[in-house]
């Protein structure tokens, strides 16, 4: 497959275009970012981790029935994927409350929750990416209300297969957040990353963050802890 030119750089990733058109290769740059940006530093090897973890999350959840743009892991730090047209929606799944949610409601991070809640952000920098709900998404026309029940499903099914995934090497899965995309028959596809970049992850035993919160809330070195997850994953993952 031949790397072409850039079509997108985001925050922690680049995606260019290969001689397949309906193929992007994504690659994952050693860059942390934080508070819409605010936060950055350069952070070597993070790449390289985020990639090697997503790939391996991705791989899993296909085995287990989930459908989504992976296609494969070509090098450390590179993928390929399908091309999908991007929901702009960062649909959040929380099991355990924690970061917004505890601001927002002034609930205890770490209370448990009755039933896994499901939150979408509308992905718009200029707005700072804003909390809205299922009939914001349908008047914005971002994705019909038939869609919307479509990715509540799959966000749940995901956050399911994650939690078991995750436990099986020790770790509680507190909240996660999943992109999608659609496919030009429609077909909604689980899109994105899934990592430490985008889950918040606490050790069983001990509740340290083998998370992203690492580096947001200045506790100590990212890539030890992300290397400890893919080393979970590598050893064990189910
Ligand atoms: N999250 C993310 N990208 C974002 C915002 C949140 O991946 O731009 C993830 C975050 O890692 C966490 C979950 O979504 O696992 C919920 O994040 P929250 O709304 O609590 O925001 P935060 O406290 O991180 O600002």
């Not at 680049?14 to 530093?41: H, I, M, P, R």
């Not at 596809?189 to 992203?212: F, G």
Request: glycine residues 4%; proline residues 3%; aromatic residues 8%.
């Amino acid at each position: 497959m031949e790397k072409r030119s850039l079509a997108y750089e985001g925050k922690a990733k680049k995606l260019y275009e290969t001689d397949d058109e309906s193929v992007f290769l994504v690659e994952y740059l050693d860059q942390a970012t934080a508070l819409n940006g605010a936060k950055k530093d350069a952070v070597k090897g993070k790449g390289q981790m985020n990639n090697q973890i997503t790939s391996q999350i991705f791989e899993k959840l296909t085995v287990k029935g989930i459908q989504s743009h992976f296609i494969e892991k070509i090098s450390k730090n590179e993928q390929l994927v399908k091309r999908v047209e991007m929901i702009p929606l960062e649909i959040v799944v929380r099991n355990v409350a924690a970061g917004s949610f505890s601001k927002r409601l002034d609930i205890t991070e770490g209370t448990d929750l009755p039933f896994p809640i499901t939150e979408f952000y509308y992905k718009e920098d200029r707005l700072d990416d804003p909390f809205i709900n299922d009939d914001h998404v349908a008047f914005l026309q971002v994705a019909t209300k038939e869609e919307v029940q479509k990715i509540k499903e799959l966000a749940l099914q995901v956050n399911h297969l994650l939690q078991e995934l995750f436990l099986s090497i020790d770790i509680r899965l507190i909240d996660f957040k999943i992109e999608v995309g659609r496919t030009e028959d429609g077909t909604i596809l689980l899109a994105d990353e899934i990592s430490p970049d985008t889950c918040r992850l606490w050790d069983v035993n001990t509740n340290d963050h083998l998370d992203k919160d690492v580096y947001r809330r200045d506790l100590g070195d990212l890539i030890p802890v992300y290397e400890e997850v893919l080393q979970r994953l590598e050893e064990k993952g189910a």
